[in-house]
Structures are given as C-alpha cells and as structure tokens.
C-alpha cells in the first residue's frame, strides 16, 4: 500500500517573532511507534497507540482522531488541550484543518489514515500558532508517515482477525461433518438415519422448510421433515414439496434456486415457470436440492428453503453436498440390511450361542447370578403404577350464581372478570329512582294521614281517626316493602371467591328478570379436575388414589391431589372409552386457573415391571382364547 498523503491543510501565516519549528522526529523513534502499532490488536488499539505517538514525534499541544459521519467528519477521541472542545465536534470532510467552533490562533495539519484502499480515520494536531507557528513540510511527512504506518497496522489487523475467523470457521465445518458421518452410520434404522440426516443440516445451513425424500420411478416419496417427528402426508405444502422434489431430483445433479423474482440461469427460469405459483403460496424464495447420488444412481433428495433470496452461501452449498453424499451412503446401508433380516438374526443368535459356550465356566455362574438378580428385581420391586387421565380440565370446587331477586335495568357493575370478592359483596346495582320515588311518596302519605287523624281526634270523630291510623299503619308497611325492594336493587355475592364470568361489565344499561343468571362466582383456593380413565384401567382407579398433574404454565411444578368420585357410566365426549374421574386439587397459592388444560397422572395400587410388561400382552391373549373358544 502506497503512503497516504495528508489531507488538504489550510495554510495558517506564522506569528511575528516565530522561531524555527524543532526538528522532525528521527526515523528510530517512528520506526518504534510502527513497531508498536503492529503489535496492536484491534483498530481502537491502534487509533490510540497512534494518537499518543504524535506527542512523542512533533511538538504538538493536542491531537484528534476523526472518523466520516453523516455530517462530515466526527472527533472520536482527543487528547491534550481542547480536548473537551472536541469531544462530539464535526467539521467539514473536505477540509480537514477548519477551525472548530471555540479554536484560535492554532496552527492545524491533519493526515488521512487508509484502510485496505479507503480513507478510514483522519489523525488531526494542533499547536498555539503564536507560540509554535504553523507546521513544517517535514512535520507534515512525519504526519503523513505516522498516518500511513496506522493505516497499514489495521488492514493486517483487519486480514489477521478474517484469517483466525476463517480457521475457526473451517475447525467448526470439520468438527461438523464428523459429527454427522458418526450421526448418520450409527444406526442402519431407515427412517432415524433419514431425521438424522435432515435435522443435521439445520447445523449447517439455514434454512425455513427444509425435508428428505427417497426418489424412485420418477416420483419423491417425503420422509422427514426438520424439526418435525411426522409427516403428514395430506399437508398441501408437503405435496408441492414432493413435486418440486421429483423435478430436481429429475435433473441429475445439485439444484439452486438463488432468488424466485430474479432467476439466474436457464435451469432457474424454467424453474420459476413451472412452480412460481406454488413457490410464492408457499412463502419459498430461493431453494437448494442436492440429489442422493451414487455410481447406481439417484436415491433421494435432499430441500431447503427459505423465504429470503440466496439464503446458502457457496460454502454452504459445499456442506450440504457433503451431507447428501454422506446420506447416500447411509440409505444404501440401511436398505441393503433391511433386505436380509432374518439372515442377520439367525446369525447373530448363532454368535451369541457359540460365545456363550464358549465361555469359563465361573463367568457363566456370574452371568447366571446377574441373570437372577435381574429376574427378581423385575419381580419383587413394585412401586406405583400410574395411570394416564385424557382431557383433563379444572373446574372451580366450589361455585354460585349472583341473580337479582327483581327485574330492572342494571345502571352499575362493581364487579370486573378476575377479581376476588367476598360473600355480600356488592356485584350490580339495578336501577331504582323509581322505587324511591313511590317509597317517598308513601312516606309523604304517612306523614299527612298522622296529620287528619290528629285533626279528627281534636275534633272528638272517633270513627275518622280510627281510619286514618288504619291508613297510616297500611303505608308505612308500604314504606318498608319498598325499602326491602331497594335494598335488593343491590345485588350481592352469594359466596366468597373469584368472579368466573367474562366482561361483566357489558351489562351496564340491559333489562334483567328476576332470577337471571348475572354472573358466576367460584371458589379457586381449592379446584376440581375432571379427567378421564380408559376402561383397562378404570378397576385400578380408587376414591382417595393420589394424583399428580402439571400444567402447561407451569412445566417445572408438580401438584397434587385426590380421587373424590369415579363415574359409573362412560363419557361420550371423551376418547374411546373413558369413565370420568374427578380428583380435589389444593389451590392455595391461585397458580391453577380454570378451564387450564393439565397432563394428570393417578398413583394406584404398585405392581412390578414385569407385570407393567405383561399385562397388555397378557390381556391380548385371554381375549383372543376367549374368542377363539367360546
């Protein structure tokens, strides 16, 4: 790299009296502070190695690094005086030598830093003008040196930093594609060998749809997908995949789509033509299809795709081509063994029977010994067996219905869907301007019959003032009939607990009747699980049992309870058939909601492995003999 000249300097006349400037810097010290900038090892180590080297090669008062922003060029660092002023400051990228705003009388030179060809960083000093004069066109090369030597220390820093994290990356591929020859020839299992093989490209690739299919006749018969422990084999997108499969697999050799909107290559195009529908339905960009091939030819494919455009680098590329030969070998492996089965198994029986006679006859009785102390653990140890609950859901234990005992119009909710309220609380309010109006008015007709019975008394007419008390006394009873509808108009909680109903709120301003469900208020310190028990093991099932459950919020907690009832009849919303059990859940920290979806589990009486083995092929037998003789 050639030496960077220094950036376009604004001459700035020297004071009267200026004395000559003071030598540059002999070539040992700038020699030293090349080798220094050398042994940096990143660009900010260099930038400052740099800065600081000024002051030991000119006779400076403050130094600067700058670097290209939006705005021109932007003090990244400063030392010496003005440092403060620079902090933040921008100047012009055309003029590096410009005064900034609060600088005079300062003598300024400045020198472009190059990296790999580019202008990368501006080195900036400044001196009093008065006190040192301008700068020397020595000093300017002793800038300009200084500048290129920075220059040239962060391009080998740059290719050094890219050469380490090229090994690295070529010691991780490496230690990839070991671990995948040992993945994929681990086991001669067709279907693992083929999740193996898909799901270890995601290591090397990525990718948003990727599968394997094994290719025979002309047509892609879809195996794995990634990521996925089945396939279905009616997903649509499955379906478009096995096509687009058979048509590069048709092609013979490594197949890929860079970009669906802007093919490449003949191969692309016709690509594009015949599937860009299914493609762009399918959210697929670009796409890359190495064949399974061999010298017996092609065995399957292997799909990627991505909704981005190029989404495999050309190493990349070279992975997966390393992945699909690997996997060749693989299915042929499996498929020639899967051939001779019986073969295998008569061989491998032979072998274990001559080893085993062939044998001292002590590590026999040792075996022997194994063999029983395995036998009788199979069939003394016994713990628990638990049985699986289907469709378990959370019910509140306990629960009541608010309803209003008159009808009205409800006016205020106090309620909302969550919140816990205790018995009496109020709930809703119904509307009863009404009511308190004929209350008034019998209050105001008590008052004025007291008065005519207090007018017929003073008047000695027995007769009148026996009717108005008998009036007085009927309104007052109105009165209070009255009062009790009032105070009714409040409707109140029946129960202690959380109210269950949602958006309780949307009542305001409906009619309800007397009797009308309201709201729901359940108890959740305590909750019911409700799940089923398939018929084979509902004789298992006990009131009192322990049950033990989790939920999906929380997978790292274990809660239990116990069975308080059995069904008697199967459920017909339940699979196959199942009787429903209900088991009481202790709920005191309000963790457990209902209508919360549960994995339940119920600890019966303890049986051994061997029973656990048993039972259902024991089962099968008794109802084929039953079947075969009755």
């Not at 026996?466 to 109140?492: G, P, Y």
Request: aromatic share 4%.
């Amino acid at each position: 790299m050639g030496r960077a000249e220094p950036t376009t300097l604004a001459e700035t006349p020297a004071a009267p009296g200026y004395a000559s400037a003071p030598a540059a810097s002999p070539a040992g010290a700038l020699h030293q502070v090349t080798l220094e900038l050398f042994a940096a090892a990143d660009a900010g180590e260099i930038a400052a190695t740099a800065l600081s080297a000024t002051f030991n090669l000119l006779p400076i008062e403050g130094a600067s690094i700058w670097v290209p922003a939006e705005e021109g060029l932007e003090c990244r660092g400063a030392i010496g005086e003005n440092r403060e002023l620079l902090s933040g400051a921008t100047i012009a990228t055309t003029n590096a030598t410009q005064s900034v705003q609060g600088e005079h009388d300062l003598a300024i030179a400045a020198a472009a830093i190059v990296v790999a060809g580019r202008p990368a960083a501006v080195l900036r000093v400044t001196r009093s003008l008065a006190r040192h004069g301008g700068f020397s066109d020595a000093e300017r090369d002793t800038l300009g040196k200084l500048s290129e030597a920075a220059g040239a220390a962060m391009t080998s820093a740059s290719r050094l930093a890219a050469s380490e994290q090229s090994a690295t990356d070529s010691a991780k591929e490496l230690a990839l594609i070991t671990e995948m020859s040992r993945e994929i020839t681990s086991t001669l299992d067709l279907d693992r060998v083929l999740r193996s093989v898909v799901n270890l490209a995601s290591r090397a690739l990525t990718f948003d749809r990727g599968a394997i299919a094994l290719y025979e006749q002309g047509v892609c018969d879809i195996r794995a997908v990634a990521g996925a422990d089945g396939i279905d084999a009616d997903d649509p997108a499955l379906q478009d995949l096995a096509v687009r499969a058979a048509w590069a697999a048709g092609l013979g050799e490594s197949f890929y789509l860079s970009e669906r909107t802007d093919p490449g290559s003949d191969a692309e195009r016709l690509f594009v033509q015949v599937f860009g529908v299914d493609l762009e339905r399918d959210d697929a960009m670009s796409g890359l299809y190495p064949p399974l091939k061999d010298e017996e030819g092609i065995v399957g494919i292997l799909l990627f795709e991505a909704d981005r455009a190029d989404f495999a680098s050309e190493r990349q590329r070279e992975l997966a081509a390393i992945l699909a030969n690997q996997a060749t070998v693989a299915v042929r492996n499996a498929r020639l063994y899967h051939q001779v089965p019986l073969a295998d198994a008569i061989g491998a029986l032979t072998a274990r029977k001559e080893a085993l006679l062939g044998m001292p006859r002590r590590r026999r009785i040792i075996y022997a010994a194994i063999a029983v102390v395995v036998i009788a653990a199979l069939t003394l140890i016994r713990w628990p067996l638990r049985v699986m609950g289907s469709e378990p859901v959370f019910r509140p234990l306990a629960r009541g219905d608010v309803r209003p005992m008159l009808p009205g119009v409800i006016d205020r909710v106090f309620i909302r869907e969550g919140m816990v309220v205790d018995r009496g609380a109020p709930i809703a309010h119904l509307r009863d301007d009404e009511l308190r109006a004929r209350r008034d008015a019998s209050l105001a007709a008590v008052t004025a019959a007291e008065r005519a019975a207090a007018i017929a008394a003073s008047r000695a007419d027995a007769a009148e003032e026996r009717l108005q008390r008998v009036r007085v006394d009927v309104l007052r009873r109105e009165a209070t009939l009255l009062d009790e509808q009032i105070a009714s108009s409040i409707i109140r909680s029946p129960v202690h607990g959380v109210v269950l109903t949602a958006r309780p709120e949307e009542r305001v301003g409906t009619h309800t009747e007397a009797g009308d469900l309201l709201a729901v208020v359940g108890r959740t310190d305590s909750l019911e699980l409700e799940f089923g028990v398939d018929q084979r093991d509902v004789e298992r099932v006990h009131v009192g049992d322990e049950v033990r459950l989790r939920v999906s919020a929380l997978p790292q907690r274990t809660f239990s309870g116990r069975v308080v009832s059995i069904a008697s009849l199967a459920s017909d919303s339940l699979p196959g058939v199942s009787f429903p059990v209900r088991a009481a859940v202790a709920n005191p920290d309000g963790l457990l909601r209902p209508g919360m979806a549960a994995y339940a589990r119920v600890l019966t009486e303890p049986a051994s492995v061997l029973w656990r083995i048993g039972r259902e092929p024991a089962r099968a037998a008794r109802l084929w003999w039953w079947r075969l003789w009755s």
